[in-house]
């Protein structure tokens, strides 16, 4: 009876199911806008791609070896429930981290076209003497407009005639110690006899007061001695992001929390894979664990739509754009504990005697022994860069056009939708191509996917380009696993697959982002997404012909074979791999009728 319990594959699979949809769910709420979220922190494109390159190389070597530990000490169940409230908590302490800029609340979402990262050095001063000026009388006063793109308000006046020298008093700036010499010097007012650059003025106090502070930690060094020098060999580090500029403290103070956030959740999704995996191997229906890919696509695509409408509902109601973006860390965080009950619910069993360790590297062996296996792993390869690019900068680029989160949300939910329609159209398209040129054909998509983000015009042009996800991340790995079939032998098939989906996923992933954050830092985000598409779609012209000239070292299935009808043969199988079991019963009769004919005689 305890093993006709065991063997429920429904209740297994609707379980699989329901945790898979949960888990993409509560990443999909975070991920997607993780890279937005830094650029409102003030970090640029090179440094949001180190820390996201960071992560995914974390990823790559600790999710199996995490997986592996788990399985050596029987703690499968212990670390999922472990990844599920660590990762919530750690995704949290990015929230008490400070921007490095001030960003004002606004309801218009047009005006966010400017982007974060304008100069704020106009809004510093006029906050800085506001007290000073409404003392003076408004006889005396004389305003002009100021503009910035950022302030949604009446437009706000600054004063500039006779309370020109109280502007630029030590006070204002101490108040404001934010205001970098850079933001001042943008500043410029005019009144009527001229025009007047408060900016040099206020360099003129800056530098003496920075040349004054200066001083005085001279002096302090001088006092200190030897003991300041013992202090800041002990605590050299410390003391390295203490003389630090505060974005670049910012930036290691993230990278740090990052890669203790993806440590925390790295070995969810291998753990619970393999347990359930190994579950359904027992119970005799290990062809039907792929199922499960689906509700994670979908639980995606609710994820992100989701929380993309919710937080432009919210956009009025919650004030600053930091605080809109804490609703994604907290729909994170929500979604990770409901998925705790069918994490305590998830079947999952310990086969003891299959080694995962000795299974990767052996489909590592047999994707090197394949030619055709080695193009497919390039391919993988370079689509991973090229989805970097995407991953990362897409909704940065979506942002300089005015779109908002509802925009983002429903174009990457509709990405989603279109990658997991893929199968209904799969058996179509193995008629009409073969599974290497459906490999070509879906990195090529990718290319004119990037190409198209490079000339975004509004806040919805990114939205049409998101259907053709059908082909380019469906079809791809719709061949990819056609390939793992057809070089694996029999009990490898998911082990290759793994091989794969760590090249594109993994390191594809974290080498184009490293490349990525600089490229868009350099040459800009056009340029990023023109260039990624240039260089996937010269691979793809490159690849046919490489293909065409490997040659194609193909098993005998005997199993398929031997239940396939002669039709089926003579159009599937060469004429060496069909006629060997015609020969071998020609012989036999003709053995058969000479002995009968012996016997005669």
Partial sequence: MKRN??????????????????????????LPFLTLYFRQLGLTPAMTGIIIGTKHLISLVWSPAASLLAKHYNKRRVVINCC???????????????????????????????????SLGGDLIMSSIAPAVSSRSHSEINTAPVSHSAVTPPAQTLPHTKAAPVMTSRTGLKTHPQLTQENVSAVTVSDGAGESKISSSVTHHASSSTAALLRNKRSKEQEGGKKVEEEESSFDFLGSLKAMDPQHQLFFLVLITVSVWEVASAPLEWTADDGLYEYLDFADASDRYSSTGLWSLLGAACGVGGTGLLVSQLH?????QTTRSAVHFYSYAGVSALALPAAACLPLYLN?????????????????????????????LLVGVTNSAVENFLLWQMQDQGSSELHMGLTLALALLSQAAFPLLATRVSK???????????????????????????????LPAQVFSCFSSGALWWAVRLQCEDVATPGAERSVRRVYSSLSLHLGSGLGSFAGGFVAQRFGLTWLFRGAAVGVMMWCVCLPLLQWKAPRQRRINYSRLLAADASEASDSESEQDR????????DDRSNNNNYGRRINR
Avoid at 17 to 30: D, E, Q, V, Y
Wanted: charged share 15%; hydrophobic share 50%; aromatic share 8%.
């Fill in 5 to 30: 319990k065991q063997i429920d594959v429904r209740r297994a699979l609707a379980l699989a199911g329901t945790f898979n949809f949960l888990c993409s769910c509560a990443a999909a709420c975070l």
């Fill in 84 to 118: 599920l409230v660590c990762s919530a908590a750690a995704a949290l302490v990015l929230l008490f981290f400070p921007s490095t800029e001030v960003h004002i609340s606004t309801c218009n979402m047009s005006d966010l076209s400017s982007g974060p990262t304008q």
């Fill in 316 to 320: 009025c109601l919650i004030a600053g």
């Fill in 352 to 380: 003891k005697k299959r080694d995962r360790a000795n299974g990767l590297l052996k489909a590592m062996q047999l994707v090197r022994g394949s030619p055709r296996a080695l193009l497919c792993a390039v391919t993988t």
């Fill in 432 to 462: 009409l191509l073969s599974p290497g040129r459906v490999l070509a054909v879906g990195a090529a998509t990718l290319g004119l996917q990037c190409l198209y983000y490079s000339f975004l015009w509004g806040p919805w042009a990114a």
């Fill in 579 to 586: 006629d060997w079991l015609e020969k071998a019963m020609e």
